[in-house]
């Protein structure tokens, strides 16, 4: 299973390189939701309200909620990286605190427990 992160303004680049854009904002995902965090999060660590650690436990925490309900999301989007490159995306600049490096290490774990085949190929900039 081959997976990267990349922002979103990077879509034209993922595009070009054949990977599927995993859109995984609370701003604008549909098929990827269950990835997105809260707008309260998210505005609240803009904000300064929560730190990363803070964010984190939150994240990690709504991840295993939605788990128990969007199971067979999580592994619909496991089993389309089997077959294709998936690049988890949202709007945060690389190389800086971001949801969606969290969540490669939650879909690697949900992977290895599975006994599934993982790869983070890491960041897709240009």
């Not at 995902?29 to 803009?46: D, G, I, Q």
């Not at 803070?54 to 389309?80: I, K, N, V």
């Not at 988890?88 to 427990?113: D, M, Q, T, W």
Request: proline content about 2%.
């Amino acid at each position: 299973m081959a997976f990267w992160t990349a922002q979103i303004s990077q879509w034209r680049l993922v595009q070009d390189r054949g990977i599927i854009l995993a859109d995984t904002t609370v701003k604008s995902a549909v098929e990827y939701e269950f990835l997105a965090p809260t707008w309260t999060m998210v505005m609240n660590h803009k904000g300064e309200l929560i730190t990363d650690e803070m964010y984190t436990e939150q994240y990690l925490a709504l991840l295993r909620d939605r788990y128990g309900s969007w199971r067979r999301s999580f592994y619909d989007l496991l089993e389309l990286g089997r077959d294709s490159e998936v690049a988890i995306a949202c709007y945060c600049s690389p190389g800086k605190f971001c949801h969606r490096h969290l969540s490669i290490n939650v879909l690697r774990k949900i992977a290895e427990k599975a006994n599934l085949p993982f790869e983070y190929k890491g960041e897709i900039t240009r």
